[in-house]
Structure formats: structure tokens, C-alpha cells
């Protein structure tokens, strides 16, 4: 069942000096990432048809799933940590400085040694942290639930990286990879801080980051719709536009599914710290499945969010189709389940009785202009074809 909370910390002007992410402020993130091969500023996508239809005054959608061809956004943060790794650890060997080109210096890289980078996923981080890993000829070693989809171990296995089925959640993925890491002396690129492990998710946030410093300044949205796993991507979509906005920021609404709506809890809780869900952490929304918030996302999400919204399986579902069946002069848009989350969150508050309250509260109307993050395309082919074709059988 959907269901709600208005934010009681949200803060006009948060006072982020003392937060631990002070990657954010990072000037070299976007030039690092225009040097990555295939790198181009993914599209912005209007969907006036189906703005119309849905009662709003326009539809934006950054489009993820054309990111350096790896369909997800992922990569943005996984390269942007593993460049930070290599930074410090050639700084501490040769005592240089380590500058965007020495990381695209083939034979700077060898003198640099071997490395093993390992992740917990639920499918794009750890295929985002294999494809840098094989980009610089490097080892990856990747956790996942053993009940992920094929599709997604296979693309992990096919840029050379170890693949290891964990029984159980990407919380336990988490917990298992920390402790073999520890015993093969590999270095974790996880996309969730915890204690003790801070400095690197610090560095995956940031490099999200680019996304909205891709967007033209001059455009101006009313709502910003940020799905939420561990909440990386949703605090550098919070953090870009509250530092740029102020309190004059879009409307920020925080999508989780109901199974995994970690930071709903954490909200409703009401002592101002992060809670594990109660869900099941079985959505469809794979990449949403994450148990817990992470430690440093928490903040900005707690500091400047205004609504946080749980939503069912179904809602993903329809956004797919509605991005896929587009309407006359839209463009066709192919997203996955996670990916299509933002529009389902559009959707369910102007279509679920159990938000109805949200929503008049929040103020959606005919004149809204929206940005949604389509944070990945069909990266379980499978579903995506199942969910695409039963619209035909009704
Ligand atoms: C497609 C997709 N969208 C959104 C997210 C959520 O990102 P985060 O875990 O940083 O909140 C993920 C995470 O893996 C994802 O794969």
C-alpha cells in the first residue's frame, strides 16, 4: 500500500559546513568524467503528450540509460570513487601529485600495481564498478543476492569481473563483502557508508553530481522527483539543487517502493536517525531494494526534502509502459524498473487514493514542471519484455 510522510526537518537553508560529504564541492568532478571514453551529456527528454495527459504543465526526463553505454547512470560514481583510491594510494607511493591525466596514463596506471576493487549490488553499481575495473585493467570481485536477475550477473561477468551469490539482501551482500575484503586485503567500492567506511561512498555521491550539473541552468523545474536506494543519487540530486537554488529549490520528493522505503521509515521514525525498512526488500525495483540509508546520504535527505513517498510494484510497472508506449510526438524512452521509479511516483501521487492528501498538499497542478531521473533502461530484459507486452493482452 503507497503511503506518505511530510518532512518535520526539512530546513529552508540547511547548514551543511560539518557534513561528511564534502565531495560535493569537488571542482574537478565533471572534467574527470569528460575524459572517460564514451562520455557525453546524457539527454533531457520532454514528454509534453504525456504531460498533458497526466494533468501537469511539463515532463522532463534525464535519461540515464544512455550513460557511456552501460545503461544506468552508475558509473558516474563508481569511476569518480576508483580514481580517488588510485589518487591517494599513487600519492602515498611516489609522493607526485595524481591529476586527471596521469589516471589516463596507461603506464603511469601499471607502475601504480594491482588492484582488486569489490561492491555489493543489486546489478548497476557493481557492472558500473567491473567496467572500471576492466577499463584499467584491473581485478573486480562483485556480491549479489542469489536471486538476481541472470541478465544483470551476466553483464557483470562479461566485463571480467567475479561474480559471488549471497543468500539473502543487498544489506548481506554488504556485510559479506566488507568481511572477504578484509581477508583478501581488496579494496571496497561501496556505494553505502557505514561506520568505519565513509570516505569512498563520499566520492560515489559526488560523482552523481554530474547529472545535474549536466542540466541547462537556465531551465527551471517546480518538483524534482529523486528515487531513493541508499540514497546516493537522491543526495546529490538534493545537495545540487538546494546549494543552487537555496530555498528557492524545486520541491524535492523522495520515491522508494514500499517493500524497501528506508527512508520513509527513517522520516516517520522521528528521532532525526536513519532506521532499517520494514519491508521485505523484494521489490521489482531491484536497485531500490536497499534495506538501510546510507550514512551520508541521510543528512541531505533529511535537511531538505519535503515529501517522501513508498510506492507499490504496479506503479513501476505502468510508468514503464507509459515511457514505452509513448503518446504521438513523444519520445519513446526504454527504462527498467528502478529507472522508471520517478515517473511512477508522479503517477501514483496523482492516482492513489492513499496519497491524495500528498498531493493536494504538495501542490501538483496543470502549470508543475517536473524533472524525473530515468536512472536506467532495461537492464533486466526479461521483465522489461514482460512488463511491455502485457499492456497488449489487456
Ligand atoms: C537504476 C537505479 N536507480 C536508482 C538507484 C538508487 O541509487 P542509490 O542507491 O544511490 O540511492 C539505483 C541503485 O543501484 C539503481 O540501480
Redesign the pocket.
Known amino acids: 500500500m503507497c503511503r506518505y510522510s511530510f518532512n518535520p526537518f526539512h530546513q529552508k537553508n540547511p547548514d551543511w559546513q560539518s557534513t561528511n560529504c564534502d565531495a560535493f564541492t569537488n571542482n574537478d568532478i565533471v572534467d574527470f568524467h569528460k575524459t572517460l571514453k564514451g562520455y557525453k551529456p546524457t539527454p533531457l527528454i520532454s514528454l509534453p503528450r504525456l504531460a498533458l495527459k497526466l494533468g501537469v504543465g511539463g515532463i522532463f526526463v534525464k535519461d540515464e540509460s544512455k550513460r557511456f553505454g552501460i545503461n544506468?547512470f552508475?558509473a558516474l560514481g563508481a569511476s569518480y570513487a576508483i580514481y580517488n583510491v588510485l589518487k591517494k594510494a599513487w600519492e602515498n607511493k611516489f609522493g607526485t601529485i595524481f591529476t586527471i591525466e596521469t589516471f589516463s596514463d596507461k603506464s603511469s596506471m601499471y607502475k601504480l600495481g594491482e588492484f582488486t576493487f569489490s561492491a555489493a549490488t543489486?546489478?548497476?553499481?557493481g557492472r558500473a564498478v567491473a567496467w572500471t575495473a576492466r577499463m584499467l585493467n584491473q581485478k573486480a570481485v562483485i556480491y549479489m543476492p542469489e536471486n538476481t536477475a541472470r541478465f544483470r550477473i551476466e553483464n557483470i561477468e562479461k566485463e571480467g569481473a567475479k561474480v559471488i551469490l549471497v543468500k539473502g539482501t543487498f544489506d548481506d551482500c554488504v556485510k559479506q563483502n566488507d568481511h572477504d575484503a578484509k581477508l583478501n586485503k581488496w579494496q571496497v567500492i561501496s556505494?553505502t557508508a557505514y561506520e568505519g567506511y565513509m570516505e569512498i561512498p563520499n566520492f560515489i555521491m559526488a560523482g552523481y553530481s554530474t547529472i545535474f550539473k549536466e542540466l541547462d541552468e537556465k531551465l527551471q523545474f517546480d518538483y524534482v522527483f529523486l528515487?531513493?536506494?541508499?540514497?546516493?543519487?537522491?543526495a546529490a540530486g538534493a545537495w545540487y539543487f538546494t546549494n543552487k537554488f537555496k530555498d528557492n529549490r524545486p520541491k524535492l520528493i523522495c520515491v522508494e517502493p514500499t517493500e524497501s522505503d528506508c527512508f520513509l521509515e527513517s522520516i516517520i521514525n522521528g528521532n532525526g536517525n536513519p532506521i532499517t525498512t520494514k519491508g521485505n526488500q523484494e521489490s521489482i525495483m531491484a536497485?531500490?531494494n536497499?534495506g538501510t540509508p546510507s550514512a551520508l546520504a541521510w543528512p541531505y535527505m533529511k535537511d531538505s526534502v519535503d515529501l517522501f513517498i513508498a510506492i507499490s510494484d504496479n506503479y513501476a510497472e505502468k510508468a514503464m509502459q507509459k515511457y514505452y508506449y509513448s503518446n504521438e510526438s513523444d519520445n519513446r524512452i526504454i527504462s527498467?524498473e528502478?529507472?522508471a521509479s520517478g515517473l511512477a511516483g508522479l503517477i501514483a501521487l496523482l492516482e492513489d487514493k492513499n496519497l491524495k492528501k500528498a498531493t493536494d498538499i504538495i501542490g501538483i497542478n496543470i502549470n508543475s514542471r517536473i524533472l524525473i531521473i530515468n536512472?536506467?533502461g532495461d537492464t533486466d530484459p526479461i521483465n522489461f519484455k514482460n512488463v511491455i507486452e502485457r499492456i497488449k493482452e489487456n
Open positions: 544506468a552508475k543489486d546489478g548497476n553499481h556505494d528515487q531513493a536506494g541508499v540514497g546516493g543519487l537522491a536497485g531500490l536497499c527498467g528502478s529507472g536512472t536506467e
